[in-house]
Nanobody, 119 residues
Framework: QVQLVESGGGLGQHGESLRLSCAAA????????MNWERQAPGKGREFVAQ????????NYADSVKGRCTISRDNARNTVYLQMNSLKPEDTAMYYC????????????WGQGTQVTVSS
């Protein structure tokens, strides 16, 4: 059974750092690119960051570029999002997404972890 479990969210102050983790189970992680998405109250879900299967390439939303780093440890089946210089607009529920790169292109999401940044 595919399972993605996010952790590491919480309350942070403007300028501080948080590290989110996503533990994956039930599938072969090296067949999936891994993504972080977020959804702020009253807004749609948006892309935050992506990392390829080997970790060799990453991509970021402009809103977090330079402040966030996505990484993965395939031996531990875990993906991370290091968030630095937090801003109040980073307040959102953060979701981990696994996107299969082969056919069939299955996508899976975790339940999310809440990040709240105070000014």
């Amino acid at each position: 059974q595919v399972q993605l479990v996010e952790s590491g969210g919480g309350l942070g102050q403007h300028g501080e750092s948080l590290r989110l983790s996503c533990a994956a189970a039930g599938f072969t992680c090296t067949e999936y690119s891994m993504n972080w998405e977020r959804q702020a109250p009253g807004k749609g879900r948006e892309f935050v960051a992506q990392i390829t299967t080997s970790g060799g390439n990453t991509n970021y939303a402009d809103s977090v570029k330079g402040r966030c780093t996505i990484s993965r440890d395939n031996a531990r089946n875990t993906v991370y999002l290091q968030m630095n210089s937090l801003k109040p607009e980073d307040t959102a529920m953060y979701y981990c997404k696994a996107a299969r790169i082969y056919w069939p292109r299955n996508d899976y999401w975790g339940q999310g972890t809440q990040v709240t940044v105070s000014s």
